[in-house]
């Protein structure tokens, strides 16, 4: 069975500080890989996208990615309250009709002022 | 919002009765999926859809049905509700933009089965 691992946190930075989110998969054969955020209440949002190994930048957020340690990671920033989230870690391991995501259970991050 | 919704948004229903989720989008997505997010597990896949009439099952398929007569609307059935059905419900498509091709969520539907 895939699986996607995350520390579930909280996670506890200051205002303006740099947020580490990390996550593992076991599935060597996974493609792509997406962070979501979600705020309590709500649906996830999706922010992030990598498919290759190394950093993709996009703002304040920076995802990393390591297929060979299977290791994903995302980098927030300037942290501000607002991106007090729980931030959701997927993988995908299939194309076409197969191609669905495997979900982590969630980092909540709270970005104190 | 990837012109997604879900009806109803809130239900409150009782054991042993049939329920009807319902997901409907405006952009002609070719893949749809449900979810179900409970605490402690995170989003796990339900059925997905992969056109019309064309349905398969997810990770936690039983006690749930899935139909979709046309392309814009993809409903979820559980046909005799139970008390471990209790969850919030989200529908996705699947789109390609600049992202990749990935998925996108609707607002939810929060189901309470006493």
């Known amino acids: 069975q895939k699986e996607v691992e995350q520390n579930s946190g909280p996670l506890s930075v200051p205002e303006g500080a740099i947020a580490s989110l990390n996550c593992t998969y076991s599935d060597r054969g996974s493609q792509s890989f997406f962070w979501y955020r979600q705020y309590s209440g709500k649906s996830p949002e999706l922010i992030m996208s990598i498919y290759s190994n190394g950093d993709k930048e996009d703002g304040r957020f920076t995802a990393q990615l390591n297929k060979a340690s299977q290791y994903v990671s995302l980098l927030i920033r300037d942290s501000q309250p607002s991106d007090s989230a729980t931030y959701l870690c997927a993988v995908n391991s299939g194309g076409g009709s197969n191609y669905k995501l495997t979900f982590g259970k969630g980092t909540l991050l709270t970005v104190n002022p | 919002d990837a012109g997604i919704t879900q009806s109803p948004r809130h239900k409150v229903t009782e054991t042993g009765t049939p329920v009807t989720l319902r997901c409907h989008q405006t952009?002609?997505?070719?893949?749809m999926y449900w979810y179900r997010q409970d605490p402690g597990h995170g989003l796990r896949l339900i059925h997905y859809?992969?056109?019309?009439?064309?349905?398969d099952k997810g990770e936690v398929s039983d006690g749930y049905s899935v139909s979709r007569s046309k392309t814009e609307d993809f409903l979820l059935t559980l046909e005799s509700a139970t008390s471990s059905q209790t969850s919030v419900y989200f529908c996705?498509?699947?789109?390609?933009?600049?992202?990749?091709?990935?998925?996108?969520f609707g607002p939810g539907t929060r189901l309470l089965v006493l």
């Open positions: 952009e002609n997505h070719r893949y």
């Open positions: 859809s992969y056109g019309v009439k064309d349905t």
């Open positions: 996705a498509i699947r789109t390609s933009d600049r992202f990749g091709e990935t998925q996108y």
